[in-house]
T-cell receptor
């Protein structure tokens, strides 16, 4: 299996519920980033968490990082229809090693 | 507003033809990247450049070529050696390894 694996691959929830997606990796990292991609568009950066940080918040987003387990999670609270998108984690090891996960397709049902 | 511009949005290639995808940024970023995305998949790194006149192969460089003659521009050529070029191509840039990447809106390449 490769660096930056995400689960679940797809997630469907009702509007207003919380959505949690996970990212696991294999080697040490400098930082881990989460991105959102709407269908047919480029990626939009959400949160960057450094290896010495454990949790970061941005609005309705919360990211945690557990370097001992080599895993990160992205929590979206009080989901909205506009949150429907694919979400990717990116692990960064120095300047030259950047690896994206396969992504989680999130669908928010009204 | 600063950002990354990719053109064209849609591109079609005939068999045996080379095509060039454009990527321009006005963010004053040193590093630029090209990724390939297949349907329902994550992004795979094709080439990257950390400074003008220098670039490195990524994980799937075969059949592609790049140049970095100007800081603002990082064009990608899909050569006839790339046997399965149909994909969504994304260009990105970043200021340094501790900063996030900024992405363009992508170019969708198809084979006629």
């Amino acid at each position: 299996s490769q660096q930056g694996e995400e689960d679940p691959q797809a997630l469907s929830i009702q509007e207003g519920e919380n959505a949690t997606m996970n990212c696991s990796y294999k080697t040490s990292i400098n930082n881990l980033q989460w991105y959102r991609q709407n269908s047919g568009r480029g990626l939009v950066h959400l949160i960057l968490i450094r290896s010495n940080e454990r949790e970061k918040h941005s609005g309705r987003l919360r990211v945690t990082l557990d370097t001992s387990k080599k895993s990160s999670s992205l929590l979206i609270t009080a989901s909205r229809a506009a949150d429907t998108a694919s979400y990717f984690c990116l692990t960064v090891q120095g300047a030259q090693k950047l690896v994206f996960g396969q992504g989680t397709r999130l669908t928010i049902n009204p | 507003d600063g950002g990354i511009t990719q053109s064209p949005k849609y591109l079609f290639r005939k068999e045996g033809q080379n095509v060039t995808l454009s990527c321009e940024q006005n963010l004053n970023h040193d590093a630029m990247y090209w990724y390939r995305q297949d349907p329902g998949q994550g992004l795979r790194l094709i080439y990257y450049s950390q400074i003008v006149n220098d670039f490195q192969k990524g994980d799937i460089a075969e059949g592609y070529s790049v140049s970095r003659e100007k800081k603002e521009s990082f064009p990608l050529t899909v050569t006839s050696a790339q046997k399965n070029p149909t994909a969504f191509y994304l260009c990105a840039s970043r200021a340094n390894e501790d900063q996030p990447q900024h992405f363009g809106d992508g170019t969708r390449l198809s084979i006629l």
